[in-house]
């Protein structure tokens, strides 16, 4: 008789193969949940997790062996597995997809013996590290003092709440996070600190490693985000889940850190649409972080100048503790913000304003006081098109509705889509004409225009392409930092985040579009990265009165603008959640948003279609509202066409109960619909 027991695996299988949860197989020996394994699928040979829960095989069914025990690593914790649990569930993915997806790469190459080789190297490189003085802290304004009497009152043990704290660009936030680490590694817990970007983490790293680096009792801290090297990041996961380090700093990915003494979870930024994860499982890792929390008991701070309207509203429901530092660190002023109605620019014919005079007499006057500007512009390259006056041609892109953009540097026209790149024609190549000329403007140009207009001034450019190779947006920030630039032009990438200590205006040279778009959020993100903005000038408190932020706009009555003078958050806040509410948007609905990709717009929208009528048939569906297919906003790319379909709820539980037994549904549609290529679900979706 055979004496070896059934197991239940989660092994990494894709979404759409319909392995929805754990597998069983067979095991020599009693295994814990959590520990990792090789397994047989198919032909392959795979990954696995041991998984929580009785396995329940089929009489009928011969199960298969484990192949092999990774012993070396240590089992992963049951509240890991529930957290992943939850995201698959939450997400609608596959279990073993999102439990392996979400692990250091290297793991799945290894075996125990390199495994174990690695975990003792570890172990010993990580022995003691060198003791040093007690490193400087500085005074805490009360503003700081206050929210962390509070933070101490409602982490009493037992407790894990959720804050939401709300401070002001400049307001010493980052001290709040220190200060509250400090508290929590002093009680022996590890600290998550999640970041929205990678390039926000030098930073942030620099001000965690100066503070609890050194010191009496130095920490260790490691970071984890798609920058490291596989081996660099295999080193670090094992450093948290081993317990040797006790701080990890990340970007999303790193919400799913196996931390066994986890006792404070922050999230920076916390409105910041980076932190969801936008294919595969498309999962919010501030709402992870929310959710393993509770799980854990650890505290989550949720910070922010500019919350998002979801948190916020949980704030005003009392669901999470709001916590406010109202006033700038050495209580400096914000910027006055100054509009500049482009309306009233006297017309030029043939010739397009990009600076108004208001601008570059601000931006000189600066130059001249030896102060630095920010200009921002949120589209990259020289100019988003090339047009052909004679005939009308643009540089459209043969694979995607989309214009392709000219790159002056190296004379290129590049698809931002699909990437598809060529040389800049010497001619139009529809008549010959050979005066074709740059439409429009993104930061390479304004770069060009600021430097003509400004002479002498030391002008610099931080973008997507400017930071393309290792170490040089480090060496950028730090000219910047080191006074070595005058005015820095750059999207958003430096809009948000950095401590800038000697930057006295901002200026938005073109931010109307997004005023106008059919995007329910699209106020929220503009008004919270003008605030951001914003809030980059005058954080010395010295030159704090001196500060001002430009904005140039055709709509200057726009009620957006009048808020963003006042640096009022809460009215643009409270007016936004009134007009979601009559419009029965989220957070006062819920969405899910289907997409098909085909070869043609017409498979994908019979597929979408298709899907509407499955849904319909399902047990509460009748509470749903199923939105016709519609093309998405870029309908093709590389020669994809992408359609999507949104499912709006009144309640989270039920769109959850329709969504599971849907997406089993889909699987099988999908094969019924030769023309598609792909799908995917999105759960509270962001971009619409
Ligand atoms: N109590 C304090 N005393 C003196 N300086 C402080 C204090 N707290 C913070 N600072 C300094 O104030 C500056 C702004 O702080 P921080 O970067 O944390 O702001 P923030 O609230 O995160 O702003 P933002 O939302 O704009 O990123 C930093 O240079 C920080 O070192
Ligand atoms: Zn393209």
Redesign the pocket.
Known sequence: MDDRLPVRVAVDAPQHSGLGGALDYLSERTLSPGTLVRAPLGRREVTGIVWPGDADPEPSVALKPVAAVLDAVPPLSARWCELVDFAASYYQRGLGEVALSVLPPELRKLDDDQLAQRVARLRKAWAVPPAGPVPAR????PD?AAALARLGELSAPGQAPVVLLH???????????LRAAEDALAAGRQVLVLVPEINLTPQLEA?FAERFGAGPAPKRIVSLHSGLTPAQRLKNWLAAHLGLADLVLGTRMAVFAPLPRLGLIVV??EHDPSYKQQEGARYSARDLAVYRGKLEGACVVL???TPSLESWQRAEQGRYERLT?AH???NGALPAVRLVDMNLLPKAPGVTTLLSPQLVGALARRVERGEQSLVFLNRRGYAPVLHCGACGWKSDCPHCSAWRVFHKVDRTLRCHHCGFTQAVPRACPDCGNLDIAPLGRGTERLEEQLAEALPGARVARIDADSTKTKGALEAQLSAVHAGDVDVLVGTQMVA????F?RITLVAAVSPDNALFSSDFRAPERLFALLM?AA??AG?DAAQADRSEMVVQTWHPTHPLYAALQRHDFKAFADSQLKERSMAGLPPFSHLALLRAEARTAQAAREFLQAAATLAEQIPGARELLIYPPVPHHIARVANVERMQMLVESPTRGTLQRVLRPWVDELTRLKSQHKGVMRWALDVDPLAI
Do not use: F, N
Not at 138 to 141: A, I, M, V
Not at 167 to 177: A, C, D, P, Q, R
Not at 496 to 499: A, I, N, W
């Open positions: 500085p005074e805490l304004t700081q401070g002001l660009t400049g307001s010493g936030k980052t001290e709040v996070y001000r920076d930024e910070g922010s100048a530092l700038r660190v050495g948000k985040g950095h401590d200590r951001q809030g980059r954080r």
